[in-house]
């Protein structure tokens, strides 16, 4: 049981502490981290609670009734309309420790889950059964069932199995009052009875809701447009879900209500057939309008899926990182459809495609491709689901924000109403990347309002009243899937008129009468303009080490990437975040922290005299900040996962400089900040050294150097290979007219692991090139940049292309990197460092793969016919790439498996300091660890980096992993 500390809220803290069994969270941190969600606003809540069962959620929400405080259920955290956040309120993260799918019933084609369930835990256990559950937004690997009810969610696959709505059975409710009910429908008029008969607050409430009903049948059926004509109509409450014709079907009519009438303890699913093979028809058309024309055409032939992206989307992507290879897949246009169908067989979905690209055809403008791989098809698929998060960045770099996110129009009406919205923004000088679900008239738009300028505010406000008054011209709704929430409930008056607003108010009233739950959130809502999260950024520019220079040297502009689309708390695959993968915990994933220093430098930015408005007023000293990054691993997995390439590696070491600024550092600050050094000295005699280091005196060092006790020191060589390199080039010099490669002997290599790169020069000499070595030592400075010792790492990158140029060798002589950390600090870092003195060695240093790949192509490599599995190293995943290796494997005939294990958990230093052996240790076991078990001891284990390495060295037992250098001059000895 955790124990709130000194705050606002602290007697409402200390009774929920004292009752509950999971956590109770009041400090600033989680304050700050909880106040965001994925929309433009920002509240900060008064507390969280993490509960661990529903008597924990039945407690607390008593307990905040008592003391007449708000509650809001959370589950991802994804919500664009800020329906997961409140001001003043208690949020209830349902996702932390209620998130189990309890029952799948394949007969009934049912499942029974928790409200914190994910959506693609859910798929994963319907999955044996060939069922699915139908509705599957973009953000499926996190994205909550009870977020997914609380805002009606859709996805690509509604046009053939629904929204949620159409896929809920029974809803399992906790009122504010405490009352608990299940509500299900279509109701049958004696059901309904039997309801109204009910004893005590439930019959109470079902009498209510048919009265209510029954009074207003006039203005629900006029008032409230046909789904079957705009079939992404999602704002408002769903009122016609009431109605008799509709069975009084209170499932649905709570399905899309924000979380503003009831809690939500468990919920009944419907689960569809999935089709177990699937085809993919895309249909390349001039622009976004033509392709939108096109839809009605082809819906009567029953794709499962019509997505719409234009050209922009991909300019976007391609801006922000590596093309994509799928891209090539795509047809001549500037607008794709993604039209996906489903058959029993692979030959029926082709033969289902076929009819649809021939349908395609049929406009002479457009083009079409057909993709049956199913790895093709995922490729692509993902370039579309990352969609919410590459629109954040506009191709010239400006940044985008949500407001007009998702609004819906009949379908056959789509063309013209993009084609408005396009003159729209126009008219006001703006920007934006439309995609969506055409098939169902639904636009995604992410636009860039000039929220940080004086008149910015005005801009937005006005843009989005006309964009509102547009959508309901066309017949249309303000929102098609993401709910209104305080980005657009104040606009409902310009889709409802007065009668159905105030039945809005009076529906919410009968299951909330004291407007506990989620306030503001749909109903009397806040101002679309009030509490923008950008306006308020600091006026105060801080001072930098580091120069930001995509984000115009500005760190505020930096974390402000983030919005929210929280693909860094999937928890299953992929790098990011290796730290939230293993503690679960929000602050200790890419969002939460990037919104700590968000509300960092929000309060340290204020200016003088006024005070700050945020949770974090102690700047650069925030031990908030401090202790979320204590476990950030600086593996760069977000650099290159997240969709808007938040760069957390480096935002951490920005505030270790800042934050340890002429101030006493942590010890492993300087015994693993200063290792280089202190091998530099171990060297001159190792035997020495590594005798100290096994001894009683070895506990004392490693206590002293703020070493965690369980781990075991490296063994120092009794040479080391710079030492080596010079015996062996006096005796064995380079063959005339060999072309020079300059091997960088990084700190791990030549004085931990010489085998590396003795390998290395063994295989490159038999290829014919000459290895040279710098004429000093050198360092890339990667333990003192990683600690935040940000001056030191410059010196010293500074002496070290002092010795590269003291080599005399050609200014385009590759470098071949053997450490992918220390590698991709010279490929990335380096040049942020120091500048444009950094960027020739960054431009040509390789990979020990990338340099076989590019300047020996056609050399003959020994055949190794042997299975190997990939421990990839996270700054090879998010800054150097892959392509090269698996094209070298494949040159040697290696069966290799790359691992989907993302960090190994060592990370450095990290692994080894005091305090991080459990999170890294856990990281490890997540995959790493339990796929060396169960691999075969004659398979070969690749990783390149010695982190990953040593990791699988001291918590593998029995294992022992090569570097590719090593396997390759392995077989060429095998060979000779």
């Known amino acids: ?56 959620v039945r407690t607390a929400l008593a307990l905040c009734g008592r003391y007449g405080v708000p509650v809001v259920a959370r589950g991802a955290g994804t919500s664009i309309g800020g329906q997961a956040i409140g001001p003043g309120a208690v949020v209830l993260d349902f996702r932390r420790h209620l998130g189990a799918v309890l029952d799948v019933d394949p007969e009934a084609r049912t499942a029974r889950v928790e409200p914190g369930t994910v959506l693609d835990d859910l798929q994963r256990a319907a999955r044996p059964y060939g069922l699915r559950f139908g509705p599957d937004p973009s953000t499926h690997s996190r994205c909550t069932i009870g977020g997914m009810i609380g805002n009606d969610s859709c996805g690509s696959h509604s046009l053939a199995w629904g929204r949620t709505s159409d896929s809920v059975e029974r809803l399992e409710l906790l009122l504010a009052d405490g009352t608990e009910l299940t509500v299900g429908g279509p109701l049958t008029p004696a059901e309904r009875d039997a309801l109204r008969a009910l004893p005590g607050r439930v019959g109470q409430l079902h009498t209510q809701l048919q009265e209510f009903t029954d009074r207003n049948l006039a203005t629900i059926r006029r008032s409230m447009p046909s789904l079957a004509h705009l079939p992404r109509r999602g704002s408002g409450y769903p009122l016609d879900a009431l109605l008799p014709e509709h069975g009084h079907d209170l499932a649905r009519a709570l399905t899309g209500t924000e979380g503003t009438c009831a809690l939500l303890l468990g919920a009944t699913v419907r689960l569809v057939e999935d089709p177990p093979a699937r085809a993919l028809v895309v249909a390349g058309y001039p622009d976004e309008g033509a392709a939108a ?49 489903g058959g029993a067989t692979r030959t029926e979905a082709y033969q289902a495609a076929r009819r649809l690209a021939d349908a395609v055809r049929r406009e002479p403008s457009a083009a079409v491709a057909l993709v049956t791989d199913p790895v093709e098809q995922r490729q692509l698929w993902a370039v579309r689901e990352a969609g919410a998060g590459t629109v954040t960045r506009l191709p010239g770099g400006g940044e985008a924000w949500p407001g007009w996110e998702d609004s819906a129009v009949p379908p056959e009406r789509l063309g013209d109403y993009l084609r408005g919205l396009r003159a729209l ?43 509102a008054d547009l959508a309901v011209s066309y017949g249309g709704s303000l929102s098609g899937e993401h ?52 306006v308020t950024a600091p006026r ?71 005070r700050a408005d945020a949770a974090i007023t102690d700047g650069w000293r925030s031990e908030e900040v401090r202790e979320a990054l204590d476990l950030c691993l600086g593996c760069k997995g977000c650099a290159s996962d997240c969709p808007v390439h938040v760069d957390m590696a480096t935002y951490r070491t920005e505030f270790l400089h800042q934050h340890y600024r002429h101030r006493l550092r942590p010890r492993s600050h300087y015994s693993m900040g200063w290792l280089p050094l202190w091998l530099r000295a171990a060297a001159l005699a190792p035997g020495a050294a590594n005798t100290l280091a096994r001894s009683p005196a070895g506990a004392l060092l490693k206590r002293l150097g703020g070493i965690d006790r369980r781990r075991v020191l490296p063994v120092l060589p009794p040479e080391t290979f710079t030492r080596w390199y010079r015996r062996h080039r006096a005796t064995n010099p ?52 990683s600690t935040g010792q940000i001056g030191t790492a410059r010196r010293v990158l500074r002496r070290s292309l002092q010795a590269l140029d003291a080599a005399g060798l050609p200014a385009d002589t590759p470098v071949v990197g053997l450490d992918p950390s220390c590698t991709a600090l010279l490929r990335e870092d380096l040049p942020r460092l120091l500048g444009p003195d950094g960027r020739p060695l960054s431009q040509r240093t390789r990979t020990f793969a990338e340099f076989l790949d590019e300047h020996a192509p056609d050399a003959p490599l020994p055949r190794i016919h042997r299975d190997a599995v990939t421990q990839t190293h996270c700054h090879q995943h998010a800054v150097l790439g892959t392509t090269a290796d698996r094209r ?18 060592l990370a450095g230093n990290f692994g080894f300091e005091q305090g991080h052996f459990e999170v890294s240790e856990a990281i490890a076991e997540r995959v790493l660890l339990p796929e060396l078990r169960t691999t075969a001891p004659d398979t070969v284990v690749l990783a390149d980096g010695f982190s990953c390495r040593t990791q699988i060295t001291q918590l ?21």
């Open 1 to 56: 049981m955790s124990r709130p500390s000194a705050v606002p809220g602290a007697e409402l803290a200390r009774e929920l502490a004292a009752e509950l069994r999971g956590e109770v969270r009041f400090g600033a941190a989680e304050r700050t981290v909880y106040g965001y969600d994925a929309s433009n606003y920002r509240h900060l809540p008064l507390g969280v609670v993490k509960p661990a069962d529903l008597d924990d």
């Open 293 to 341: 024309d096109a839809v009605p055409a082809l819906l009567p032939l029953g794709p499962l899926t019509a997505e719409g992206m234009a050209a922009d989307l991909i300019e976007a992507l391609l801006a922000a990182g590596p093309r994509p290879p799928a891209l090539d897949r795509l047809p001549a246009g500037a607008c794709w459809l993604f039209l996906e169908v």
């Open 425 to 467: 923004l126009r008219r006001h000088s703006l920007r934006g990347v439309p995609y969506g679900h055409f098939g169902e008239g639904c636009v995604h738009l992410r636009i860039d309002f000039p929220l940080g300028e004086p008149q910015g505010v005005l801009v937005f406000r006005e843009f989005l009243e006309q964009a």
């Open 483 to 534: 709910g209104d929430g305080q980005a657009r409930a104040e606009l409902l008056p310009r889709m409802y008129g007065p009668e159905v607003l105030a039945l809005f108010g009076e529906f919410k009233h009968i299951w909330d009468p004291d407007n506990l739950l989620n306030p503001g959130a749909l109903v009397d809502p806040r101002p679309l303009d009030a509490d923008l999260r950008f």
């Open 540 to 610: 105060r520019a801080l001072p930098l080490a580091l120069p930001y220079e995509q984000d115009g040297g500005s760190l505020t502009r930096a974390v402000h990437r983030c919005v929210g689309v929280a693909k860094c708390v999937d928890p299953n695959t992929g790098v990011m975040c290796p730290s939230y993968m293993a503690t679960s915990e929000e602050r200790h994933s890419t969002r939460g922290r990037a919104r700590l220093l968000a509300e960092m430098l929000r309060g340290a930015g204020a200016p003088p005299g006024h």
């Open 734 to 785: 380079a063959p005339a007219g060999a072309p020079p490669v300059l091997l960088w002997p990084d700190t791990f290599s030549d004085r931990l692991q010489p085998s590396v790169p003795r390998a290395a020069v063994e295989v490159l000499e038999h290829l014919g090139f000459d290895v040279r070595l710098p004429a000093g030592p050198v360092c890339c400075g990667l333990t003192w940049y």
């Open 888 to 905: 070298v494997e494949a040159r040697l005939g290696l069966h290799n498996r790359v691992l989907d294990s993302g960090c190994c958990g």
């Open 956 to 976: 593998a037992e029995g294992r022992r992993a090569l570097h590719l250098a090593e396997l390759i001059a392995e077989g060429l000895r095998n060979e000779g």
